[in-house]
């Protein structure tokens, strides 16, 4: 780490020894354009995907913890998006079924939508790759249905005889049951998805599509590292990013005193 | 009463409808290219179909032979030897760290414990470069060294915790005994604890294979021997080099890519939700 940071205050390009620039690195970055819209892209996947996602696996995992036949055999079929999720093969399926010739446009044709290549749209690109995230919501529904074990049913009795309707035992019960746990999905998910990579280099060809539409943080940095071989510049993006997900972590915990509900 | 029950059950009816539904277009997209894997090539665009109408075994045939004369065959191959060293190495490595934070005294324990946990939190980006420095400076680039070497340094912090969280829940009195036979730390690790874990052994070779077998960037970065791809890389390379007239073989090997871990998934299932479940693993 240490010689991480120092190489972010040099220019090294491999082949020569680095040559040591101050905080050129870094002020450079406030007239980066890609700099800013790696930044802007990642802030959008990041703070709409994580919170869709999150959504998506509550109501399912509420929807699924009672009444139901098979719950281990529907758990696990929602598991497999997670799964299989980050591998190149479903980035390369995604690509397809978003694309000019995908089954994506075959299905709107039935509503007389006229069909073009949401990937390669730069006002869209960005929202398949959301698509993506939000598919993957398994594991997170896994963690909510353990935490919804958790909640003792005598709680719902004692509500239930105190007059309190489903709406209230939601309310006052099941949701400051689950905060830790709303909490614990919120940093782990919001953490991965800044560090995403796989789908935005497959979609966009190891580019960040068009007009860098898709650019994800980590993207950039790979491209800045390993194909300019700007070691330097990079150093000072991955600290950059540590930064990021330092403060955003910081943040969740300062403001989880105010809304996790911790037992005892 | 029965009332009560008839509508319970017709609740309970209507909700595994829907749970039917929503599962099944959560997996339409894999079903449909599974299906498409196996249409020829002039009919997988443009339809829907989770059946193909014509079936075919050329993509598979056609797709396996590969590029640059090596066929898939050779890229399973070199997977397969990353997964396998990495597991070995986490296991080995990671059981051992964690059995020095949960059961030894050393200096500063808590200070390496957060540090650990720290690490944890933060994207590993930071140490990349360097990390890449270090290892163009050894000349490990496009082997198997870097993606392997770090599992043999205890370098899943996610691994070591899960470890130390379990032998902190084994009976202290076992070690204590074993001490009184006579046993030393590497005895009472050996003998006593590494047997006791074995859940959380299945649990991190499991998730070693997933992510290890996922893994598209760090052998991105060193690997890029065409003889050394693994099979995320030779998946990538085949898509640049093919294009959308051979989307059929392009299919039939992401499928192909996929079966391992699918298979994994269906024996371990119920290790892998539990472990989830239990230590929050990101999936």
Redesign the interface.
């Known amino acids: 780490?240490a010689?991480?940071l120092f190489?972010s205050f040099t220019d090294y390009n491999?082949l020569q020894a680095p040559d040591w620039v101050g905080f050129d690195n870094y002020a450079r970055m406030e007239s980066d354009p890609r700099f800013l819209k790696a930044l802007e892209v990642t802030f959008t996947y990041v703070l709409l995907g994580v919170p869709l996602q999150l959504l998506t696996a509550f109501s399912?995992a509420l929807?699924?913890n009672r009444?139901?036949?098979?719950l281990?055999l529907?758990?696990?079929?929602?598991?497999?998006?997670?799964?299989?999720g980050?591998?190149?093969?479903?980035a390369?399926?995604?690509r397809?079924?978003f694309g000019l010739?995908?089954?994506f446009n075959?299905?709107l044709s039935i509503f007389n939508i006229a069909p073009k290549s949401w990937v390669a749209d730069p006002s869209t690109s960005l929202y398949t790759l959301i698509t993506l995230l939000v598919?993957?919501f398994?594991?997170p529904m896994?963690?909510f249905?353990?935490g919804l074990k958790q909640i003792p049913e005598t709680l719902y009795e004692a509500a239930a005889i105190d007059g309190a309707g489903p709406f209230r035992r939601f309310w006052n019960i099941t949701l400051p049951s689950l905060t830790p746990i709303i909490f614990?999905?919120l940093?782990?998910?919001i953490?991965?998805a800044?560090?995403a990579?796989?789908p935005a280099?497959?979609v966009g060809?190891?580019q960040g599509g068009a007009i860098d539409s898709t650019l994800f943080y980590?993207l950039y940095?790979?491209i800045k590292?390993?194909t300019e071989f700007k070691?330097g510049y990079?150093?000072a993006l991955?600290?950059v990013?540590?930064v990021i997900?330092?403060v955003f972590?910081w943040l969740l915990f300062l403001s989880s005193r105010k809304w996790v509900h911790y037992e005892s | 009463m029965s009332r009560v029950y008839a509508a319970n059950k017709g609740a309970s009816v209507i909700k595994t409808v829907i749970a039917v539904i929503a599962s099944a277009v959560m997996l339409y997209p894999l079903l449909w290219m599974l299906a498409s894997s196996f249409k020829p090539q002039h009919l997988i665009f443009q339809d829907l179909s989770l059946w193909p109408d014509v079936f075919t075994l050329e993509n598979y045939i056609n797709g396996w032979n590969g590029f640059t004369n090596l066929t898939f065959g050779t890229f399973f191959k070199n997977s397969f030897i990353v997964v396998l060293f990495c597991i070995i190495g986490n296991l080995l490595t990671c059981s051992m760290a964690a059995y020095a934070f949960a059961r030894l005294e050393f200096t500063a324990r808590n200070f390496w414990f957060a540090l650990m946990f720290g690490s944890l939190l933060l994207p590993h980006h930071v140490v990349l470069i360097p990390q890449y420095i270090l290892f163009d400076s050894l000349d490990w680039i496009n082997t198997y060294m870097p993606l392997i070497v770090p599992k043999f340094l205890a370098s899943d912090a996610f691994f070591i915790f899960l470890m130390v969280q379990f032998i902190r829940g084994l009976p202290l009195e076992l070690d204590q005994a074993a001490k009184v036979d006579g046993c030393g730390h590497i005895q009472i690790y050996g003998r006593i604890i590494v047997p006791l874990l074995l859940p959380a052994i299945v649990t991190t070779s499991i998730f070693t294979l997933i992510w290890t077998w996922n893994d598209f960037f760090s052998q991105l970065i060193y690997i890029s021997d065409p003889r050394k791809l693994t099979v995320a890389l030779a998946l990538r390379s085949f898509m640049d080099t093919m294009g959308q007239s051979s989307m059929g073989s392009l299919f039939a090997m992401s499928i192909l890519s996929l079966v391992p871990i699918f298979i994994f998934f269906l024996v371990f299932q119920r290790w892998l939700i539990e472990g989830i479940a239990t230590y929050g693993v990101k999936g």
Not at chain 1, 67 to 70: E, N, P, S
Not at chain 1, 74 to 84: D, G, Q
């Open positions: 780490m010689v991480s190489l491999m399912l929807f699924l009444g139901l036949k098979g281990p529907f758990r696990a079929i929602f598991y497999i998006p997670s799964i299989l980050p591998s190149v093969a479903v390369i399926l995604w397809q079924m010739e995908g089954i075959e299905l598919w993957q398994g594991s896994i963690i249905l353990a614990f999905n940093v782990m998910q953490i991965n800044f560090q990579f796989t280099y497959i060809g190891g980590t940095l790979y590292a390993f070691m990079a150093s991955a600290w990013l540590l997900c330092g972590t």
